[in-house]
């Protein structure tokens, strides 16, 4: 969607405020020995509190509230019992509807003992975020998003997933624009419109390009014993830089 009132924007602006308090409190409390299950009742929790709905539950019947995504698992992790281990990589995907209004944002984290490899892995995909973010202002290249996306990861040495991207984000939770990549494509040649709102989202790996669905329908999964982060902002196109609805 675009926005076209105040009331657009300050719709959007609520949740994501409630979107970004959950996934803030749920890394939180990510450490050894919590299960992904207990993780998401706390986002549920929040999102319960600010009279939330969990949009992937509302829109494709997902099995949880939130994704929570560990090791093999990319993205669309269900909630369950696995307990977490020390060095872990964490991916928490919180996305929600409050008054038909959608906002979605995401991270990654490591589980206590801090590996040097994961660490810089996360901190890749996090500058690769805000370097995309840059180039996202009214009338610029869809494209030129993706592309400094892979730039920063490529810079690091790692490589992005090319089968998961970012999309319009609104009045519902998946919109126009889709396939906002993680790479350059020479072909797209959509330009970024004022007062569009956006889900950017990095997906940068330690050499996987590629995720495969699960047996379980929903996870996608990293081929290798590879490692891919998460981050995940939902933005408002401005000619200027862009509105994060998802800062805290």
């Not at 076209?4 to 924007?9: I, K, R």
């Not at 970004?20 to 939180?28: F, G, K, P, Q, W």
């Not at 020995?33 to 999102?47: H, M, P, Q, S, Y």
């Not at 019992?81 to 008054?99: F, Y």
């Amino acid at each position: 969607m675009s926005i076209e009132s105040e009331h657009d924007l300050i719709a959007l602006q609520r949740i994501g405020r409630i979107v970004a308090m959950a996934r803030e409190e749920m890394l939180s409390s990510v450490r050894a020995g919590v299960t992904t299950a207990e993780l998401d009742r706390i986002g549920k929790r929040v999102l319960d509190e600010h009279g939330a709905i969990s949009a992937p539950d509302i829109t494709y019947g997902f099995p949880g509230t939130t994704c929570i995504s560990v090791n093999e698992v990319a993205a669309h992790g269900i909630p369950g019992p696995r307990i977490l281990e020390e060095g872990d990589v964490v991916n928490i995907d919180v996305s929600a509807e409050l008054g038909g209004y959608f906002a979605d944002t995401g991270a990654t984290i490591v589980v206590g003992t801090r590996s040097p490899h994961k660490e810089k892995l996360c901190q890749s995909s996090l500058r690769a975020l805000h370097q995309g973010l840059q180039k996202a202002r009214a009338g610029a290249k869809i494209s030129g998003i993706g592309r400094a996306i892979h730039n920063e990861a490529r810079k690091d040495g790692f490589t992005v997933i090319r089968n998961l991207s970012g999309h319009g984000i609104g009045r519902e939770l998946h919109e126009m624009p889709d396939s906002i990549l993680n790479y350059y494509d020479p072909r797209d040649s959509r330009l970024l419109t004022n007062g569009l709102v956006l889900a950017v989202e990095t997906f940068v790996s330690d050499g996987a390009e590629y995720v495969v669905e699960s047996a379980d329908g929903w996870g996608m999964l990293l081929p290798d014993h590879h490692y891919a982060a998460q981050f995940e902002h939902t933005i408002v196109i401005t000619k200027d830089k862009p509105l994060i609805l998802t800062a805290v």
